[in-house]
């Protein structure tokens, strides 16, 4: 029976090998010594947190090369990008819209390199790749530690998906999920696990934004509110509050995300809003709307972002991948649905008075 132990460094839950008496954290590379593992809980039977056995090349036999992120800093921003290269999945955008946020996360917003956690496939690191196992373990990350006054990023690139939903607890009926890069055996993260793991922990005084760039993300992070906008800027909160009364919000801090549509709709990935390489729309017109000028509220945030995509000539160019990827993993139909931005927080706020800051 696997079992799982706290890292004893920045308490990540790790699965421990059978027999072994120490492991080492593939995230910030402390040793965990265990006296007897018998005596350790078994892994939860939920399907949402079943884990598969490690692997043979397992990332508790080695830590990953160079120094880890700061696992206490101020600000702190985990960025994962998956484009599913040499695959019939595979998005051009997603390197392009990780490295673009890590500059603005950087040098707009003052968030030290070292605090940055880059999952990508062009790492060349094995333990630093969009896999499902190195996204869960880099989510738990994020949130470990945190005290208030920090401020937590989740930048997401990548492709997003649905999965019907058993238990009543979704307006639509359905899950929205993330796809890994090894979603095809390993299975997709669904967004109980997400707000279990990065946004039900968070203390008072803490600030989490998500930015999550992939088809059916409007709800992603199973936050309790949407902000139902129209075109003219007017919105009233949605209350998506499970019926069965599951606490979908935090601890005490704060939770707000952008999405790149909503939860029927898809996202494109294209080269039409940039003219010059492929991007993921959502991404390009959230920081575009930050280098305008328009980021001093969320509302002004929205609108722009909205702005920026509605008025993009017609040429989608990838997103036409981004559309068969739901289709193969849905059962939908590509429709002619408009891609538009979304907001959604863990409780109601006045969009056009409350600042705007990563």
């Known amino acids: 029976m696997l079992m799982l132990v706290d890292c004893s460094g920045c308490r990540t839950p790790l699965q421990l090998p059978p027999g072994a008496q120490t492991i080492r954290c593939a995230v910030c590379q402390a040793v965990t010594r265990v006296a007897d593992s018998r005596a350790l809980p078994p892994v939860p039977s939920s399907s949402s947190f079943h884990r598969p056995p490690p692997p043979s090349t397992s990332p508790y036999n080695h830590a990953p090369p160079g120094p880890p992120p700061s696992a206490h800093g101020r600000k702190r921003a985990l960025i994962c990008a998956v484009s599913y290269k040499r695959s019939r999945h595979e998005l051009k955008g997603c390197i392009n819209d990780a490295k673009c946020m890590k500059y603005l996360l950087v040098n707009k917003f003052s968030f030290p390199e070292s605090s940055i956690l880059m999952l990508t496939e062009e790492e060349s690191d094995p333990y630093r790749r969009p896999t499902k196992q190195n996204m869960r373990m880099a989510m738990f990350w994020l949130v470990q530690g945190c005290q208030a006054g920090d401020s937590l990023v989740f930048h997401y690139s990548g492709h997003g998906s649905q999965q019907r939903n058993y238990t009543g607890d979704e307006v639509d009926g359905y899950d929205e999920t993330l796809c890994p890069s090894d979603f095809e055996t390993q299975g997709m993260i669904v967004d109980d696990e997400i707000n279990a793991t990065i946004v039900r922990p968070l203390p008072t005084g803490v600030r989490l934004h998500a930015i999550v760039d992939a088809c059916h993300s409007g709800t992603v992070l199973d936050l309790p509110f949407l902000c139902r906008m129209d075109r003219s800027g007017k919105y009233v909160w949605e209350d998506h509050r499970p019926r069965s009364g599951v606490w979908k919000g935090t601890n005490g801090g704060e939770a707000i995300s952008f999405s790149g549509c909503d939860d029927d709709q898809t996202s494109a990935d294209t080269s039409?809003?940039?003219?010059?390489?492929?991007?993921?729309?959502?991404?390009?017109?959230?920081?575009?709307?930050?280098?305008?000028?328009?980021?001093?509220?969320?509302?002004?945030?929205?609108?722009?972002?909205?702005?920026?995509?509605?008025?993009?000539?017609?040429?989608?160019?990838?997103?036409?991948?981004?559309?068969?990827?739901?289709?193969?993993?849905?059962?939908?139909?590509?429709?002619?649905?408009?891609?538009?931005?979304?907001?959604?927080?863990?409780?109601?706020?006045?969009?056009?008075?409350?600042?705007?800051s990563l």
């Open 272 to 356: 039409a809003l940039s003219k010059i390489t492929s991007t993921g729309a959502m991404t390009y017109a959230f920081i575009q709307a930050i280098e305008r000028g328009h980021g001093n509220t969320y509302g002004n945030m929205l609108n722009a972002m909205r702005s920026t995509i509605r008025n993009t000539d017609n040429d989608h160019g990838g997103g036409i991948v981004t559309s068969l990827i739901s289709m193969l993993l849905t059962g939908g139909s590509l429709g002619g649905l408009r891609q538009e931005p979304q907001l959604t927080a863990n409780q109601p706020f006045d969009v056009y008075t409350k600042p705007f």
